[in-house]
C-alpha cells in the first residue's frame, strides 16, 4: 500500500502529460538554441545552471525537441517525488497528507508552460534546488543545505525566495531565527556581487514598478492562478488595460467567468487566513512567501507559480483531512478529475503553439531553398501567442541560423513601417482574425 501511494501521484503526473510530449520549439527557446553563452553576474539574467543545461541538451539531442521535452518531464516528475519526501519531514504525523497533495500537485494545471516551454524548464530547476534544500535542511544536513541554496541562485533568480520560505519553517518549528542566518548571509553576498557588477535586475521585459495596482494584479494572478483556471491572456488583457483599480474592477466585471474565479479564489484564501489552523495559515505565508520576487512586477507568466503551488497542493491535502473519508474520498476524486480536465486543456494550447512554430519553420524552410545567398526573410506581423501558449513572441530571428543551408536572413517586423526593400527579398504575411480571443490563428502564405 505504501509502494502505491508513492507511485500514483508520478503515474498520473506522467498520464496527464506523456500524450503531449512531441511538440516543437516555441519562442525564446530558439535564441536559447542559437546564443548558448555564459553570461557574467552583470547581465540581467546570470544563469550558468541553465547554461549547462542547455549545451548538455542540445549535445545529447540537437534540433530535436523530444528528447528536450522528456528531460523537463523527468524534472518535473523528480520534483513530484521529492516534494512527497519534504512533506513527510514537515508533517511526519500526517497521515495521507503526502499521498494527497501528491496527487494535487501531479494533476494541477498551472505547470504546463514550465514542461512545456523549454525556455522556462529553468523553473524546474530551481524548484528542485529548492526542495533539496530544505529537505537537507530537515535532516540537518545544513552545509548540503546552503550548496543547494547557491546552485538555485545560479540557475535562476527565484533562488532568492529560500531564505524566506525557510525563516517561515523556522518560525512554524519552533525554531530559532539564528538558523536562516547563513542563508540570508548568502544571499546579501550574491546581490552585493550582481550589484558591484551593476546587473540591471528588471530587464525592459520584466520592470519592477512599486504600485498598488500592480501588487493587487500579482496577488491576484496568485490565488486565482492555483485556484480556479481562467483565460490567462483574456485576463492578462484586462490587467495591461486597466489604469486604476477602478478601470480593472470596471473591465473584469464585464467577464463573469472572471468573477467567479476571483470571488472564489479569493474566498478560499481568505476564510483560510481567518478560521484555518496554525498550520494552514504558515501554508498561505508559505505561498506568499514563494511569490515574493513577483508581486511587483508588470509582467506575469504561469511559470511564476509553479513553486507556489508546492504549498498550495500541501494546503488543498490539509484541508482534504477535515473531510469524513468517504466525503474525502469523492471531493478529492473531483479536484482530480477539475485540475487534469485543465491540464490536458492547457497541455493542448501548447501543442497548438507548437505545431504553429513547426509549420512557420518548415514553410521558412521551403522557401529558402528557392532563394540565394544574402537575400532575406521579410515576416510581417509574426503570431506572438496562441491563447497565451507563445509561438513567437521572440525567436523568429533566430531562425535561419539554426535551420537554414544558404545565408538567407529572417527579419520578423511586428509593426509598420517595413525596412526598406532589396532586390529578391521575399515577404511573409501573417493574418490575424479578429474574433474576440482566438487570434493568430491564420495564416496568409507569402507575397514577394
Known amino acids: 500500500m505504501q509502494t502505491l501511494r508513492r507511485a500514483l501521484p508520478i503515474f498520473l503526473a506522467l498520464i496527464i502529460r506523456i500524450p503531449f510530449l512531441n511538440h516543437n520549439f516555441l519562442s525564446d527557446d530558439y535564441r536559447y538554441l542559437c546564443q548558448i553563452e555564459m553570461l557574467s553576474p552583470g547581465e540581467p539574467f546570470f544563469r550558468p545552471i541553465q547554461v549547462g543545461y542547455f549545451i548538455l541538451n542540445r549535445y545529447l539531442f540537437g534540433l530535436h525537441p523530444l528528447g528536450w521535452n522528456i528531460v523537463s518531464l523527468a524534472i518535473h516528475t523528480l520534483n513530484l517525488f521529492l516534494i512527497i519526501e519534504l512533506i513527510k519531514l514537515l508533517y511526519p504525523k500526517g497521515k495521507g497528507l503526502p499521498f494527497l497533495s501528491g496527487l494535487i500537485f501531479a494533476a494541477h494545471f498551472i505547470h504546463t508552460e514550465p514542461i512545456f516551454w523549454t525556455s522556462a524548464a529553468t523553473t524546474l530547476l530551481v524548484a528542485t534546488f529548492l526542495i533539496l534544500s530544505l529537505i537537507s535542511y530537515l535532516k540537518n544536513s545544513h ?33 530559532p531565527f539564528r538558523a536562516a542566518l547563513p542563508y540570508f548571509t548568502l544571499l546579501g553576498l550574491y546581490l552585493l556581487i550582481r550589484l558591484i557588477c551593476k546587473s540591471p535586475f528588471h530587464p525592459v521585459h520584466y520592470q519592477i514598478q512599486i504600485h498598488p495596482l500592480i501588487f493587487i494584479k500579482n496577488l491576484t494572478f496568485l490565488f486565482s492562478g492555483l485556484t480556479v483556471w481562467v483565460d490567462y491572456r483574456l485576463l492578462r488583457t484586462i490587467w495591461y488595460g486597466a489604469s486604476s483599480v477602478g478601470h480593472m474592477l470596471s473591465l473584469i466585471s464585464s467577464h463573469l467567468e472572471i468573477v467567479f474565479s476571483l470571488i472564489l479564489s479569493w474566498l478560499l484564501f ?142 520578423p517586423v511586428k509593426s509598420r513601417p517595413i525596412p526598406p526593400l532589396k532586390k529578391g527579398d521575399r515577404i511573409i504575411i501573417w493574418e490575424r482574425r479578429n474574433d474576440g480571443n482566438k487570434s493568430n490563428q491564420n495564416r496568409c502564405p507569402g507575397r514577394g
Open 143 to 175: 552545509i548540503l543545505s546552503l550548496i543547494f541554496f547557491v546552485l538555485a541562485l545560479l540557475s535562476k533568480e527565484d533562488g532568492v525566495i529560500i531564505p524566506f520560505v525557510l525563516l517561515v519553517i523556522i518560525i512554524h518549528q519552533g525554531s
Open 270 to 411: 481568505l476564510i483560510t487566513l481567518i478560521f484555518g489552523t496554525r498550520k494552514e495559515r504558515i501554508l498561505i505565508l508559505l505561498i506568499i512567501f514563494s511569490f515574493l520576487p513577483f508581486l511587483f512586477l508588470v509582467g506575469s507568466g504561469e511559470r511564476f507559480l509553479y513553486i507556489p503551488s508546492i504549498w498550495f497542493s500541501l494546503l488543498i491535502g490539509m484541508l482534504l483531512l477535515r473531510i469524513p473519508p468517504f466525503g474525502r474520498m469523492i471531493t478529492a476524486g473531483c479536484l482530480l478529475l477539475y485540475f487534469a480536465i485543465f491540464s490536458i486543456g492547457n497541455s493542448y494550447r501548447w501543442i497548438m503553439a507548437g505545431r504553429t512554430s513547426g509549420e512557420i519553420i518548415g514553410f521558412l524552410a521551403r522557401i529558402e531553398k528557392k532563394m540565394e545567398e544574402g537575400e532575406r526573410i521579410i515576416f510581417i506581423n509574426p503570431p506572438e501567442d496562441i491563447d497565451g501558449a507563445w509561438v513567437f513572441r521572440n525567436g523568429l530571428e533566430f531562425i535561419d541560423e539554426l535551420y537554414f543551408a544558404k545565408k538567407v536572413e529572417v527579419i
